[in-house]
């Protein structure tokens, strides 16, 4: 009987030991969830950074895409008047034309010129003075475009569109290298497609702005070109007032104190140990901070296919035919019987839609990942481009045919935007270490701007010469794109660097011990160098908290 009760004693208080245990453990889970739902949350610095980094940046991008699409009437006149009040006879078709198609095109050589230049800048100058100097060259163009009417002056125009392609150029590198190292893993994803979003903003401003009844007139257009200021100039009077990016101040200037300040004003906590030490911890496996040169990026094995997913993501960005829809948008309006003067005012539907695929894509990035919004926005636009082929062919004989054109132009937009449209500058963020980000932005710029160019100068003769046909050609481009993204990229939300190297580890025929060792041995730097200098400045009380 006395055994009975004892056996019973023990497993009552067995048992209340492991519900107290149990109980404990839950509340510690509850904590854990707290604290990671607290790191998930949006501090007003980290907001206020990326509007108005973007606003500065990416806007001005998309807004000079289509600015020069309502006024090209306006303009192109303004050349022939010029001409003819310095030579006294009027410019060949052939020459206005050649004139007009150099102050469109030469957008992207500018861009290919700041692509090339970004990398030693954003070293040297650091990511978010970079994007503060940038502004020199958007305020530079600005004057020039919108003066040269007053100046009489069509070279003035030009002069301004290359260097506002240099501005884009670097601005389409540095923000997205801002962005990517200032915002926690968890929201990594939405707030680099903030780049796309505002590209489409601006886009859609330049469409709105472009109206008769706003600066779209003979004498109003200059106006289009001298808005480019505003947004500058708000980068100009907020940025300063926010931190460098904290990856940047620790791994490259070795400032300690300022990147824990800068930790601790993005992520809104004072205890930021933890997220100094997983950069340490980059820094220990990479052993190595210096730049990497572009050369040097594309002759290490272990991010081989790294690069060559950037080359392909940023190759279809530009190549998957969005420039052609543009340009077949007022033309197929017109074949569904629209007015001409209300084209403008429908056509401003295509910019409401970018915008609002790009922010739904920003708003499910990370519930649903890179690879499916990459992999099926290419995917429904190889299906979009071939309902349109046959629309196009057949819309003369079949009167509600261009009507479902207009659809299949809307939503080609929108599948675009879900996931090719921004998700190629969240990628270059996530693929690699601090030091060879800079290398690899330039790498994305420059096949970026190669491919703008390309489609420029190859477009009119691919639909001169395959007509309505012209979108299989597109179609295709998007079907290799997709094929490939689907064999190679694995899925990076809320994927560490390291996490991310060991998926391209057998890809690269490297062991992941050769993988976290990926350095330069010439550059080395131990990471008990490392750590001995940032256990000393935390010493000489550099930082206000205790670092593990």
């Not at 009987?1 to 209340?16: D, G, K, T, W, Y």
């Not at 001409?83 to 006879?89: C, I, M, P, S, V």
């Not at 708000?234 to 791994?251: C, H, T």
Request: aromatic fraction near 12%.
């Amino acid at each position: 009987m006395l055994l009975q009760v004892s056996l019973f004693s023990s497993s009552a208080i067995h048992l209340q030991s492991n519900r107290m245990e149990n109980k404990q453990q839950s509340k510690g889970e509850m904590k854990q969830n707290k604290e990671v739902k607290k790191n998930m949350n949006w501090s007003g610095s980290l907001i206020v950074a990326s509007l108005t980094g973007a606003f500065g940046s990416s806007f001005l991008y998309g807004y000079n895409l289509s600015v020069v699409n309502a006024p090209a009437v306006f303009i192109k006149k303004f050349y022939n008047e010029t001409w003819e009040r310095r030579y006294g006879f009027s410019v060949d078709e052939g020459t206005l034309t050649l004139l007009w198609s150099v102050t469109v095109s030469i957008f992207a050589i500018g861009g290919l010129v700041g692509a090339i230049i970004v990398t030693p800048i954003v070293k040297f100058f650091g990511r978010k003075c970079t994007l503060l100097l940038n502004n020199v060259f958007a305020v530079t163009a600005a004057l020039l475009m919108s003066l040269s009417q007053l100046a009489g002056s069509f070279e003035m125009l030009i002069l301004g569109r290359i260097i506002m392609g240099v501005d884009a150029g670097i601005s389409l590198s540095a923000l997205p290298m801002y962005l990517s190292e200032i915002s926690p893993k968890e929201i990594r994803g939405s707030l680099g497609q903030v780049t796309a979003i505002f590209i489409c903003i601006g886009v859609f401003t330049g469409q709105v702005l472009g109206l008769p009844e706003i600066f779209g007139t003979e004498s109003r257009w200059p106006f289009l070109f001298g808005v480019i200021v505003v947004p500058a100039l708000v980068q100009v009077v907020i940025l300063p007032f926010l931190p460098e990016s904290p990856r940047y101040l620790l791994l490259e200037k070795h400032n300690t104190s300022k990147a824990e300040k800068a930790f601790q004003t993005f992520l809104r906590k004072d205890d930021v140990s933890q997220e100094v030490e997983e950069v340490l911890a980059e820094s220990r496996v990479q052993r190595n901070t210096k730049l990497v040169s572009v050369l040097q990026l594309l002759r290490t094995r272990a991010v081989r296919w790294q690069v060559i997913t950037v080359v392909v993501t940023m190759g279809c960005y530009q190549l998957c035919g969005l420039n052609a829809i543009w340009y077949y948008t007022n033309n197929i309006f017109s074949e569904a019987g629209i007015n001409s003067e209300t084209i403008p005012y429908v056509t401003l539907s295509t910019g409401a839609v970018e915008t609002l695929a790009a922010v739904s894509s920003g708003l499910v990035i990370e519930r649903l990942g890179r690879r499916p919004l990459l992999i099926g926005g290419f995917g429904l636009m190889i299906v979009f481009f071939a309902v349109l082929t046959v629309s196009l062919t057949f819309q003369n004989n079949v009167s509600w045919l261009p009507y479902l054109s207009i659809f299949c132009i809307l939503a080609i937009i929108a599948s675009f935007c879900i996931g090719p449209g921004g998700i190629p500058f969240v990628l270059t963020g996530e693929f690699f270490q601090q030091s060879q980000r800079p290398a690899a932005f330039m790498v994305a710029g420059t096949v970026n701007w190669l491919s703008n160019f390309a489609v420029g100068l190859l477009f009119p003769f691919i639909q001169s010469g395959l007509q309505n046909y012209c979108f299989l050609v597109f179609a295709a481009i998007c079907f290799a794109g997709a094929t490939y993204l689907f064999f190679v990229l694995p899925e990076t939300k809320n994927k560490t660097l390291n996490e991310i190297s060991h998926a391209f580890a057998k890809r690269n025929k490297v062991s992941l011990e050769m993988q976290e060792m990926n350095h330069y041995p010439e550059e080395r730097k131990s990471s008990a160098e490392q750590e001995s200098n940032f256990t000393s400045s935390v010493g000489n009380g550099e930082t206000k908290q205790a670092i593990v």
